[in-house]
T-cell receptor, first 108, second 114 residues
Framework: AQRVTQPEKLLSVFKGAPVELKCNYS??????LFWYVQYSRQRLQLLLR??SRESIKGFTADLNKGETSFHLKKPFALEEVSAMYYC??????????FGTGTRLKVLA | DTGVSQDPRHKITKRGQNVTFRCDPI?????LYWYRQTLGQGPEFLTY????????KSRLLSDRFSAERPKGSFSTLEIQRTEQGDSAMYLC????????????FGAGTRLSVL
């Protein structure tokens, strides 16, 4: 079965500290993986996708097929990145599977 | 066109009533998705349209749920005989053609079933 696991409901880091939001997936084929972000009172929006190998707002994510992970990283946290982050998978169909989300709180 | 539009934003209904939500996607987008999100959970896929064709439907979508996209533009999601467990945020997203298109989400319709 396709599944996305985000083990942390809440991650608190101090401003300037590195950030790593964990995402593990379960899928037997080659998945397409995404990170979505929802800032306070805003809509859910795409942050990045592994196929593009892009870096957005200093965030990167590497697909590790051996560990079935797609962790989101940022070297230095800023207060404006406090938000809800969702990892999502699309595997072979039109259906997207989202994780339960991690709330990132950057402390001053 | 300022993005995906959903109407109403909030709906309060009594158990057993029928409700209908509308989604207007970004105009050039041919793909449309419906999701349901409950507190503490991520969006849960309900159904997918490509133009007017409903190509995928979650098993979560019971017989009480139906979705349409009659002319390949706006879509409606109807819930018949609502139950308290249907209380959730219903999200719509649209995307353009392409192998891995970006989904643009609406603000959602929050349903409360009393």
């Amino acid at each position: 079965a396709q599944r996305v696991t985000q083990p942390e409901k809440l991650l608190s880091v101090f401003k300037g500290a590195p950030v790593e939001l964990k995402c593990n997936y379960s899928y037997s084929g080659s998945p397409e993986l995404f990170w979505y972000v929802q800032y306070s009172r805003q809509r859910l929006q795409l942050l990045l996708r592994h196929i593009s190998r892009e870096s957005i707002k200093g965030f990167t994510a590497d697909l590790n097929k051996g560990e079935t992970s797609f962790h989101l990283k940022k070297p230095f946290a800023l207060e404006e990145v406090s938000a809800m982050y969702y990892c999502a998978l699309r595997g072979g169909t039109y259906k997207y599977i989202f994780g339960t989300g991690t709330r990132l709180k950057v402390l001053a | 066109d300022t993005g995906v539009s959903q109407d109403p934003r909030h709906k309060i209904t009594k158990r057993g009533q029928n409700v209908t939500f509308r989604c207007d996607p970004i105009s050039e987008h041919n793909r449309l998705y419906w999701y349901r999100q409950t507190l503490g959970q991520g969006p849960e896929f309900l159904t997918y349209f490509q133009n007017e064709a409903q190509l995928e439907k979650s098993r979560l979508l019971s017989d009480r749920f139906s979705a349409e996209r009659p002319k390949g533009s706006f879509s409606t999601l109807e819930i018949q005989r609502t139950e308290q467990g249907d209380s959730a945020m219903y999200l719509c997203a649209s995307s353009s053609r392409g192998p891995v298109p970006n989904q643009y989400f609406g603000a959602g319709t929050r349903l409360s079933v009393l």
